[in-house]
């Protein structure tokens, strides 16, 4: 069955149908009011035709069918007719049936009809109708116009609810029709159940559109681009030249040095513009734009309220609405199009080392997406240098490993110094040289380097906005989106379907309370009088005169404010159970006889924590994520840019509440809270909070950020995006498969392009895209100074992730919707905010969780050589293990081979032979006087300095500047001199009216001419003064 195919069984009656089917888009015979409703019912069925007139002369018949009505053709017409290919001329599906007018828009419905009718003729044509050659098709009314008759079975009754939304589309259409758009319907697809309505905007109608969106046309007006010139040209044109071979092989993709002065399209200026080619002027993506403005401006009326494409979708009329892809991307004999040359240069993972043709990208898929690939290309290109200097600070930290005297003396064994059990009863006592590996890899991390390297981040950060920022402004030049403030309010302001749903069942309570109190109020004449008057007044529909308010808002208010509270504490709750079982399970594994289990408690516990942690992330990822959006969704936003920034708030918070909250455990809680031997604190009153290594907690908050980080980079961002698609694909292959196994393959390569987008997942929007990056920006930024290789994970999985998003958009989602944005939005003011917030958190992490400042306070006040030697046992306190409570200490007290009398724990505290034994000592004071002391510096340091890049680098390119002012000087010099010539013309045309009034006064009628002493003509005062 190919596109043309019709049901003989749905033939329309022979009679002249009836007005309403004569006034739709399809019938047959003449409409009643006479020749000039004829003519008009012709230009409708001529818009809604599936062939034109001189092209409808092919024949392609059903023989079965043909021997069911008792006519078979001879042999050499059906030869003649099987010859021909009839989706060949309509390059399957991109155009119309007369291969002319493109295809610009599909709306997609679902309906009823009978088994049988997919074996039926694919298109049958009449010579001798009324208005000349029609296929059989134009003939068929669409569904619900007009009533067919059955010839073979009885068509199935269609139920209310189809017939409503039958009914509504047949209205909408019908608007569709009046604003201007051509319609063409497709029933017969290899998609059971599945219709299919083309839309086509003809020359006019763009041009309408065009202007009352203020869409910028580039004019026939052009100018050079400022050039650099003497150093820095030479540097550019050496850099082109080493970037050669990773420029991308797309056109246009180079600098250019002429570009077209742009200016927003006018009907009455039509002649600035290079209209020489009239079917590229506007491209694809700008003709599906225009439609999709038109369709969402269109309504449908029916049931008292007003309804657009986006309510019509949201309540089932129409399955889907999309625009269509140029065409295949892979394939022989493929036509070359725009998508397939993205694919090639963009989607591949072999192409992983070019550069991104973004213009390409926009011209396809329009700024909005566009700004993203841009926006994750620069992110990605700044990662390069903070990926070099995190390598250098942990290739520091191994070349010094072997020179850090604090581990060296943790590892001494000759130290012979025995700590405190780590959990009461089953643990015993321990030597310290036992943790000798965890002390001496802390240091990879935990070194002087780290404090640079977070200085340097935190600067990288501030240099990585405002270098977006001039990347952004160079796009909105190049783009033409300078001047964009003016749209962008025209296309916030658009109400969403389920806030016209609400308002409208508002309205409707409204309205019938309204009419209780008037059944209970007696009317006289007067009172009637008045209520028809208000009748007769309300021109405006009932729908704009109601809003939400707060009050209608405030229980999904009150729900979202309940519902994050619980999900947050649901959070706390989950990394509360992991803590116990990290207790539980140290305790457990204590008491294993085997040596080399008990050597490796520490490893083995917070590897698998992690991996716990790691598990639960991922799943509450995805739940917040719905959650989010129901939240959302039951807040009832008027504007798609109002949804989208709740939606994004709602998302960010749940989904960093939950990725860091494990993190901010062990890098600012874990080992604060611990208490002292003999007084330890407890959760529940059973389990013994945990305590950090002797070399502190730094080295398991590198492992906590490094799974957390590596893992969902691995699972959530690349196995989860490529493998769900993947199977999704696989179920629909399924399907189809099952729906018509004997025809699959044949069915398969013939099958139209709009049914194959239609198979494609719908676009869901970028949120999802930038979360992950957010996320992941959090992880490089927050914690840099506990995993310098933050960066190059980052980078090595961006790599991968700009060509698994290029080619997620290219092959596997429907042609998206493009939407002109001029920046990244929110998320701009998110990373800003992850920006300061990472400096605040790296300061308190150096200060508190890492060594730095214990080591500079000993090395200044405590060292007696200048030097770190007896760091370790200053920070060590002594604790007598006859003070232990009644059922804490160790069962095995004889487990190293001798009786210990003292043991050592981390803490500054006074010792057991001190009055005030076991009391914060003054160290611990001074301590924590440096570290709140360099907390303060290191912030309002490092806060000023990336303040003042940002005030140092300006967020406007000088350049762009420049070519900015200039195009605006170029564009009233052009109006000034299109004024100049206008003015030329009209004292040229006066001129010439002056001379032949004066021409019968010379020579035919000297007395009609005026006395020389009187006052000269009007002409000649006009010219007079003008001159």
Same mark, same amino acid.
């Given at each position: 069955?190919?596109?043309?195919?019709?049901?003989? =069984?749905?033939?329309?009656?022979?009679?002249?149908?009836?007005?309403?089917?004569?006034?739709?888009?399809?019938?047959?015979?003449?409409?009643?009011?006479?020749?000039? *409703?004829?003519?008009? /019912?012709?230009?409708?069925?001529?818009? &809604?035709?599936?062939?034109?007139?001189?092209?409808? !002369?092919?024949? %392609?018949?059903? #023989?079965?069918?043909?021997?069911?009505?008792?006519?078979?053709?001879?042999?050499?017409?059906?030869?003649?007719?099987?010859?021909?290919?009839?989706?060949?001329?309509?390059?399957?599906?991109?155009?119309?049936?007369?291969?002319?007018?493109?295809?610009?828009?599909?709306?997609?419905?679902?309906?009823?009809?009978?088994?049988?009718?997919?074996?039926? *003729?694919?298109?049958?044509?009449?010579?001798?109708?009324?208005?000349?050659?029609?296929?059989?098709?134009?003939?068929?009314?669409?569904?619900?116009?007009?009533?067919?008759?059955?010839?073979?079975?009885?068509?199935?009754?269609?139920?209310?609810?189809?017939?409503?939304?039958?009914?509504?589309?047949?209205?909408?259409?019908?608007?569709?029709?009046?604003?201007?758009?051509?319609?063409?319907?497709?029933?017969?697809?290899?998609?059971?159940?599945?219709?299919?309505?083309?839309?086509?905007?003809?020359?006019?109608?763009?041009?309408?559109?065009?202007?009352?969106?203020?869409?910028?046309?580039?004019?026939?007006?052009?100018?050079?681009?400022?050039?650099?010139?003497?150093?820095?040209?030479?540097?550019?044109?050496?850099?082109?030249?080493?970037?050669?071979?990773?420029?991308?092989?797309?056109?246009?993709?180079?600098?250019?040095?002429?570009?077209?002065?742009? &200016?927003?399209?006018?009907?009455?200026?039509?002649?600035?513009?290079? @209209?020489?080619?009239?079917?590229?002027?506007?491209?694809?993506?700008?003709?599906?734009?225009?439609?999709?403005? %038109?369709?969402?401006?269109?309504?449908?009326?029916?049931?008292?309220?007003?309804?657009?494409?986006?309510?019509?979708?949201?309540?089932?009329?129409?399955?889907?609405?999309?625009?269509?892809?140029?065409?295949?991307?892979?394939?022989?004999?493929?036509?070359?199009?725009?998508?397939?040359?993205?694919? =090639?240069? $963009?989607?591949?993972?072999?192409?992983?080392?070019?550069?991104?043709?973004?213009?390409?990208?926009?011209?396809?898929?329009?700024?909005?997406?566009?700004?993203?690939?841009?926006?994750?290309?620069? &992110?990605?290109?700044?990662?390069?240098?903070?990926?070099?200097?995190?390598?250098?600070?942990?290739?520091?930290?191994?070349?010094?490993?072997?020179?850090?005297?604090?581990?060296?003396?943790?590892?001494?064994?000759?130290?012979?110094?025995?700590?405190?059990?780590?959990?009461?009863?089953?643990?015993? &006592? $321990?030597?310290?040289?036992?943790?000798?590996?965890?002390?001496?890899?802390?240091?990879?991390?935990?070194?002087?380097?780290?404090?640079?390297?977070?200085?340097?981040?935190?600067?990288?950060?501030?240099?990585?906005?405002?270098?977006?920022?001039?990347?952004?402004?160079?796009?909105?030049?190049? $783009?033409?989106?300078?001047?964009?403030?003016?749209?962008?309010?025209?296309?916030?302001?658009?109400?969403?379907?389920?806030?016209?749903?609400?308002?409208?069942?508002?309205?409707?309570?409204?309205?019938?309370?309204?009419?209780?109190?008037?059944?209970?109020?007696?009317?006289?004449?007067?009172?009637?009088?008045?209520?028809?008057?208000?009748?007769?007044?309300?021109?405006?529909?009932?729908?704009?005169?109601?809003?939400?308010?707060?009050?209608?808002?405030?229980?999904?208010?009150?729900?979202?404010?309940?519902? #994050?509270?619980?999900?947050?504490?649901?959070?706390?709750?989950?990394?509360?159970?992991?803590?116990?079982?990290?207790?539980?399970?140290?305790? *457990?594994?204590?008491?294993?006889?085997?040596?080399?289990?008990?050597?490796?408690?520490?490893?083995?516990?917070?590897?698998?924590?992690? #991996?716990?942690?790691?598990?639960?992330?991922?799943?509450?990822?995805?739940?917040?994520?719905?959650?989010?959006?129901?939240?959302?969704?039951?807040?009832?936003?008027?504007?798609?840019?109002?949804?989208?920034?709740?939606?994004?708030?709602?998302?960010?918070?749940?989904? +960093?509440?939950?990725?860091?909250?494990?993190?901010?455990?062990?890098?600012?809680?874990?080992?604060?809270?611990?208490?002292?031997?003999?007084?330890?604190?407890?959760? +529940?009153?059973?389990?013994?909070?945990?305590?950090?290594?002797?070399?502190?907690?730094?080295?398991?908050?590198?492992?906590?950020?490094?799974?957390?980080?590596?893992?969902?980079?691995?699972?959530?961002?690349?196995?989860?995006?490529?493998?769900?698609?993947?199977?999704?694909?696989?179920?629909?292959?399924?399907?189809?498969?099952?729906?018509?196994?004997?025809?699959?393959?044949?069915?398969?390569?013939?099958?139209?392009?709009?049914?194959?987008?239609?198979?494609?997942?719908p676009f869901a929007g970028l949120t999802p895209e930038y979360m992950e990056m957010i996320i992941q920006f959090g992880f490089v930024t927050l914690f840099v100074a506990s995993f310098p290789?933050?960066?190059?994970?980052?980078?090595?999985?961006?790599?991968?992730?700009?060509?698994?998003?290029?080619?997620?958009?290219?092959?596997?989602?429907?042609?998206?919707?493009?939407?002109?944005?001029?920046? %990244?939005?929110? $998320?701009?003011?998110?990373?800003?905010?992850?920006?300061?917030?990472?400096?605040? #958190?790296? *300061?308190?992490?150096?200060?508190? /969780?890492?060594?730095?400042?214990?080591?500079?306070?000993?090395?200044?006040?405590?060292?007696?050589?200048?030097?770190?030697?007896? +760091?370790?046992?200053?920070?060590?306190?002594? +604790?007598?293990?006859?003070?232990?409570?009644?059922?804490?200490?160790?069962?095995?007290?004889?487990?190293?081979?001798? =009786?210990?009398?003292?043991?050592?724990?981390?803490?500054?505290?006074?010792?057991?032979?001190?009055?005030?034994?076991?009391?914060? !000592?003054?160290?611990?004071?001074?301590?924590?006087?440096?570290?709140?002391?360099?907390?303060?510096?290191?912030?309002?340091?490092?806060?000023?300095?990336?303040?003042?890049?940002?005030?140092?680098?300006?967020?406007?390119?000088?350049?762009?500047?420049?070519?900015?002012?200039?195009?605006?000087? @170029?564009?009233?010099?052009?109006?000034?001199?299109?004024?100049?010539?206008?003015?030329?013309?009209?004292?040229?045309?006066?001129?010439?009216?002056?001379?032949?009034?004066?021409?019968?006064?010379?020579?035919?009628?000297?007395?009609?001419?005026?006395? !020389?002493?009187?006052?000269?003509?009007?002409?000649?005062?006009?010219?007079?003064?003008?001159?």
């Amino acid at each position: 069955m190919q596109e043309g195919d019709i049901s003989l =069984e749905g033939l329309p009656p022979r009679e002249a149908p009836t007005a309403e089917a004569a006034g739709a888009v399809d019938g047959e015979g003449a409409p009643p009011g006479g020749p000039q *409703a004829q003519a008009a /019912t012709m230009r409708v069925n001529e818009k &809604y035709s599936t062939l034109p007139a001189e092209d409808r !002369s092919v024949h %392609i018949i059903n #023989i079965c069918a043909i021997e069911d009505i008792g006519y078979l053709p001879s042999e050499g017409t059906l030869l003649n007719s099987l010859s021909v290919d009839p989706d060949a001329k309509c390059r399957y599906g991109l155009y119309f049936r007369d291969g002319r007018r493109k295809v610009d828009y599909i709306l997609v419905y679902h309906h009823k009809r009978p088994s049988g009718s997919r074996t039926l *003729a694919r298109r049958v044509q009449h010579s001798d109708t009324p208005f000349g050659a029609r296929s059989l098709k134009q003939d068929h009314p669409l569904p619900g116009k007009g009533a067919p008759l059955d010839v073979g079975a009885a068509e199935p009754p269609m139920d209310y609810h189809e017939d409503d939304k039958r009914l509504r589309r047949e209205e909408y259409e019908g608007n569709l029709l009046e604003a201007g758009l051509e319609l063409e319907r497709d029933e017969d697809t290899k998609i059971h159940g599945v219709g299919f309505v083309k839309i086509h905007a003809p020359w006019n109608v763009l041009c309408r559109e065009a202007e009352f969106l203020k869409l910028k046309m580039p004019t026939k007006k052009m100018y050079h681009i400022n050039e650099t010139r003497g150093l820095l040209k030479k540097i550019n044109s050496v850099l082109q030249k080493i970037t050669d071979p990773i420029q991308p092989k797309v056109a246009d993709h180079r600098p250019q040095t002429m570009k077209r002065l742009s &200016y927003p399209f006018s009907r009455e200026k039509q002649h600035l513009f290079d @209209l020489s080619d009239k079917d590229s002027f506007f491209d694809s993506k700008t003709r599906s734009t225009i439609v999709y403005e %038109i369709l969402k401006r269109t309504t449908c009326t029916k049931a008292k309220y007003s309804m657009g494409i986006t309510s019509l979708l949201a309540n089932g009329v129409y399955a889907a609405a999309y625009p269509l892809h140029d065409g295949d991307y892979e394939g022989e004999n493929v036509e070359f199009n725009d998508r397939k040359l993205l694919y =090639e240069e $963009w989607a591949r993972y072999g192409v992983f080392y070019k550069y991104q043709p973004i213009d390409l990208v926009r011209k396809y898929f329009g700024e909005k997406i566009s700004l993203y690939f841009a926006w994750l290309g620069v &992110y990605t290109q700044m990662l390069i240098p903070a990926s070099v200097v995190g390598i250098i600070v942990f290739l520091y930290g191994c070349a010094t490993m072997d020179e850090n005297i604090p581990s060296m003396e943790m590892c001494d064994q000759r130290y012979n110094i025995t700590m405190c059990p780590l959990c009461d009863k089953t643990c015993s &006592y $321990w030597k310290m040289s036992s943790a000798c590996a965890t002390a001496r890899a802390s240091h990879l991390f935990d070194n002087p380097a780290t404090v640079f390297f977070s200085v340097f981040m935190a600067l990288w950060a501030a240099t990585f906005m405002e270098h977006w920022k001039r990347k952004q402004m160079r796009l909105n030049y190049r $783009w033409d989106l300078t001047g964009f403030e003016e749209e962008e309010e025209a296309v916030k302001d658009h109400p969403r379907a389920e806030y016209e749903a609400r308002v409208l069942e508002k309205s409707l309570k409204k309205e019938s309370k309204n009419k209780e109190k008037r059944r209970h109020i007696p009317e006289d004449s007067a009172n009637k009088w008045k209520q028809r008057v208000k009748t007769a007044m309300a021109g405006v529909k009932l729908t704009d005169k109601v809003k939400l308010t707060w009050r209608d808002r405030f229980p999904a208010y009150l729900t979202n404010m309940v519902s #994050i509270i619980f999900m947050i504490a649901v959070t706390f709750a989950i990394v509360l159970g992991v803590i116990i079982y990290r207790i539980s399970m140290a305790a *457990a594994l204590a008491m294993n006889s085997s040596p080399s289990v008990r050597s490796n408690i520490r490893v083995t516990v917070t590897a698998t924590a992690v #991996i716990i942690n790691l598990v639960v992330i991922i799943l509450l990822d995805e739940v917040y994520g719905c959650i989010a959006r129901w939240l959302t969704k039951i807040e009832v936003p008027k504007t798609e840019k109002s949804f989208e920034e709740r939606l994004i708030f709602k998302a960010f918070l749940l989904k +960093f509440v939950n990725s860091y909250t494990p993190i901010f455990y062990v890098a600012f809680f874990k080992g604060r809270f611990v208490g002292r031997p003999g007084d330890y604190v407890y959760i +529940f009153h059973y389990f013994r909070m945990e305590e950090c290594a002797p070399g502190g907690c730094l080295m398991e908050l590198c492992i906590q950020l490094s799974i957390i980080m590596l893992g969902k980079q691995l699972i959530q961002n690349n196995l989860f995006e490529i493998g769900i698609p993947k199977m999704k694909k696989f179920i629909r292959y399924l399907r189809l498969k099952r729906q018509s196994p004997a025809h699959h393959e044949e069915s398969v390569k013939r099958r139209q392009r709009y049914e194959v987008d239609y198979n494609l997942e719908p676009f869901a929007g970028l949120t999802p895209e930038y979360m992950e990056m957010i996320i992941q920006f959090g992880f490089v930024t927050l914690f840099v100074a506990s995993f310098p290789l933050a960066p190059l994970f980052a980078l090595l999985n961006n790599i991968i992730e700009i060509r698994l998003d290029a080619k997620k958009f290219v092959t596997e989602l429907r042609r998206p919707v493009v939407v002109r944005a001029k920046d %990244i939005g929110i $998320w701009y003011n998110i990373l800003r905010g992850i920006g300061k917030l990472a400096v605040i #958190i790296n *300061a308190f992490v150096i200060s508190f /969780t890492s060594d730095f400042i214990p080591r500079l306070v000993y090395l200044y006040m405590y060292s007696k050589d200048g030097t770190m030697h007896g +760091f370790v046992n200053h920070t060590l306190s002594s +604790f007598n293990v006859s003070d232990f409570q009644n059922g804490t200490a160790p069962n095995d007290p004889l487990d190293l081979g001798y =009786e210990v009398q003292i043991c050592r724990y981390k803490d500054y505290r006074e010792p057991p032979w001190s009055e005030n034994k076991y009391d914060i !000592s003054k160290d611990f004071w001074a301590v924590l006087a440096a570290r709140l002391a360099f907390v303060i510096v290191f912030q309002n340091l490092v806060m000023f300095m990336s303040d003042f890049v940002d005030w140092v680098i300006p967020d406007i390119p000088k350049d762009i500047s420049q070519q900015i002012h200039k195009e605006k000087v @170029l564009m009233v010099e052009l109006f000034m001199r299109e004024e100049q010539d206008k003015q030329q013309l009209l004292d040229t045309w006066m001129e010439k009216e002056r001379q032949k009034d004066e021409a019968p006064c010379n020579h035919h009628n000297p007395k009609a001419c005026p006395d !020389s002493l009187g006052s000269p003509a009007p002409s000649q005062a006009y010219h007079g003064g003008v001159l």
